[in-house]
C-alpha cells in the first residue's frame, strides 16, 4: 500500500468519526451535507434513499430516543469503505422510530455499519443490526 492510499484510509475514518461525532452523538442534523452527498443510497429498507431520507430517517429516531447515542468500539478501514462496530443506547420515550409508541424502555443493541466514501464525503452505506434486541426493547416483538 503507497503512502497515499494510507493517508486517504486515514482520512476516511476521521470523517466516519466527525460523522459519528456531530450527527449521531450531538443529533446536528444540519451537520449532515458536511459529511454526505446528496446522491447517498442507503441499503436498509427502512431508511429512505438520498441526504434527505437520511435525514427524515433520523429525525423521527432521534425524537424517539432523544438521549440516542452510539459507542464506537471499533473502526476498520480498507480503500474507500470504513467499517464501524458501535453499540446504540437510548430510552424509548417518544413518537418517531417507526411508528411505535413510547415504551419508556432503555435500549441497547449493537450495529455494524459499513460505509463507502467518494471525495471525502459519504456516497453509501450498509448496516448489520440487532434488530431481534431492538424490536423487542421497543415493543415490536415479544422476549
Not at 430516543?65 to 476498520?76: E, L, Q, T
Not at 422510530?97 to 435500549?107: E, G, M, R
Amino acid at each position: 500500500m503507497s503512502n497515499n492510499e494510507a493517508a486517504e484510509i486515514e482520512r476516511n475514518k476521521q470523517v466516519i468519526e466527525d460523522f459519528y461525532r456531530e450527527v449521531f452523538q450531538k443529533h446536528d442534523l444540519d451537520a449532515v451535507g458536511r459529511f454526505m452527498h446528496d446522491d447517498y443510497i442507503q441499503h436498509n429498507a427502512d431508511c429512505p434513499q438520498g441526504k434527505t431520507g437520511f435525514v427524515e430517517f433520523h429525525r423521527g429516531f432521534f425524537a424517539a430516543m432523544p438521549d440516542f447515542y452510539p459507542i464506537i468500539n471499533r473502526m476498520v478501514a480498507e480503500g474507500d469503505l470504513v467499517w464501524v462496530y458501535n453499540t446504540i443506547t437510548g430510552t424509548h420515550t417518544g413518537q418517531g422510530f417507526l411508528d411505535y409508541p413510547p415504551t419508556n424502555n432503555d435500549i441497547r443493541y449493537d450495529v455494524v455499519d459499513m460505509y463507502r466514501l467518494r471525495d471525502g464525503k459519504v456516497c453509501e452505506h450498509w448496516d448489520v443490526a440487532d434488530t431481534r434486541a431492538l424490536f423487542t426493547q421497543v415493543g415490536a416483538i415479544q422476549p
